[in-house]
C-alpha cells in the first residue's frame, strides 16, 4: 500500500498512476500476451506435426516390422513385392548431405571472413544483395540448373570415377550447396561482425596482419555462431526436395558413387506425394514413417548446434 501521509507538513507528490501511464502498462500487457501466445502458437504447431507423424507412422510399423524398415538394403515401397528398407535413400540423403556441406562452407565462410575483415562499405553494399538474391531463386529453377547444366558440362566431364547418370546425386549436393550458401555467409558474418572490435584493435597492437586477426582471432571467437549456421545449412539441404527430385531422379541406390541416380529422404516424399497412393494404404503411410525418421534426424543435429554453440560460446561485455 502507498502511503499518502506529509512529512514535515509539505503535501505529499500523488503517487497514483495517472491516464497515460495507466495506458502505457495496458498496452504493456497486452504486447505480453500478444508475444505470449505466438510462443504458445510456435509450440503447438510442432506438436501438432509431430502428432500428425506419429499417428500414421505408428500404424505403418504396424503392417511393417522395425527390423525390415532399419534391417534391409532394398527401398521399393509402391512397388510389387514391395521393399522396405530404409537405408538406400538414407544414403542419398548423406550424399546429398555431405557434398552440398563440401561445397557451401568453404565458399560461404570465405564470403563471410571477406565481408567481415576485408570489404569496405561500398563492396559490401553490393555483395549483400547478390547474396540475396541467390537466396530467393527457386529452387525449382536451380534443380533444371542442375540437371540441364552442372551434369552434362561438369559431372559427366570432369567426375573420374565410375559412370555418370543422366540423374546424377553429385550434381543435386553441388546447387544444393550453392543454394545454402547465403545461408552460412550470412549467419557467419553475423557472428564474425558481433565479436567486439576491442579484439581485433588487440591482436593489430601485437604486430599481427590482416588475416592473421580473421583466422586467429576473430574466427575462433565466432566459432559457436558459425557452428550454428553450418548445422543450420546441413538441416536445410537434408530437407532439400525439388532440386534433389529433378536432378538426383527417383531410383534409390545403395551406392558408393555420388554421380549415380540415387533419391533422399526429402525426394521420397515429395515423389510419393503426388502419386496415386490411396489414403490408408501401406505405400501411404510409408511417407509419414519416412517423414518422422527425417525429423528426429534434424532433431538430433538442432541438438548437436545447440550444445555446440553453448559449449564455444563466448560472452564478451
Known amino acids: ?21 495507466r495506458r502505457r502498462l495496458l498496452v504493456q500487457r497486452l504486447v505480453r500476451a500478444l508475444f505470449g501466445m505466438a510462443a504458445a502458437l510456435t509450440v503447438g504447431i510442432t506438436v501438432l506435426i509431430v502428432v500428425s507423424l506419429v499417428l500414421p507412422a505408428i500404424q505403418f510399423f504396424q503392417e511393417v516390422s522395425l527390423g525390415e524398415f532399419f534391417g534391409s538394403t532394398t527401398w521399393a515401397p509402391l512397388f ?27 565458399f560461404g565462410l570465405g564470403v563471410a571472413v571477406y565481408l567481415s575483415e576485408y570489404a569496405n562499405r561500398r563492396v ?12 530467393g531463386i527457386p529452387t525449382v529453377v536451380l534443380g533444371f540448373f542442375a540437371l540441364f547444366f552442372v551434369t552434362p558440362e561438369l559431372v559427366a566431364r570432369f567426375w573420374p ?15 544444393v550447396g550453392v543454394m545454402i550458401i547465403p545461408t552460412v555467409a550470412s549467419l557467419a558474418e553475423d557472428a564474425m561482425t558481433s565479436v567486439p572490435r576491442g579484439l581485433r584493435e588487440g591482436g593489430y597492437a601485437l604486430g599481427a596482419t590482416r588475416r592473421e586477426v580473421a583466422t ?26 525439388t532440386i534433389v527430385l529433378i536432378a538426383a531422379g527417383s531410383k534409390p541406390s ?8 540415387m533419391q533422399s529422404m526429402a525426394s521420397f516424399i515429395g515423389f510419393a506425394g503426388i502419386g496415386d497412393q490411396s ?33 564455444f560460446r563466448q560472452v564478451y561485455e
Open 1 to 21: 500500500m502507498v502511503s499518502t501521509s506529509s512529512v514535515g507538513g509539505v503535501a505529499p507528490v500523488g503517487l497514483r498512476a495517472t491516464g497515460a501511464t
Open 80 to 106: 510389387k513385392p514391395a521393399r522396405f528398407g530404409v537405408w538406400p535413400i538414407v544414403a542419398g540423403t548423406v550424399w546429398v548431405m555431405v557434398i552440398s556441406l563440401l561445397v557451401s562452407i568453404p
Open 124 to 135: 559490401r553494399a553490393i555483395i549483400k544483395p547478390i547474396l540475396e538474391i541467390l537466396a
Open 161 to 175: 570415377v565410375g559412370n555418370v547418370s543422366t540423374f546424377s546425386g553429385l550434381s543435386a549436393g553441388i546447387v
Open 216 to 241: 586467429s582471432i576473430v574466427f575462433p571467437a565466432a566459432l559457436s555462431g558459425i557452428v550454428a549456421a553450418i548445422v543450420l545449412a546441413g538441416s536445410r539441404a537434408i530437407g532439400e526436395t
Open 254 to 261: 545403395l551406392t558408393w558413387n555420388p554421380a549415380e541416380q
Open 279 to 311: 489414403t490408408g494404404s501401406t505405400g501411404y503411410l510409408t511417407i509419414f514413417a519416412v517423414g518422422l525418421f527425417l525429423f528426429a534426424i534434424t532433431l538430433v543435429l538442432n541438438v548437436i548446434s545447440i550444445r555446440a554453440v553453448r559449449r
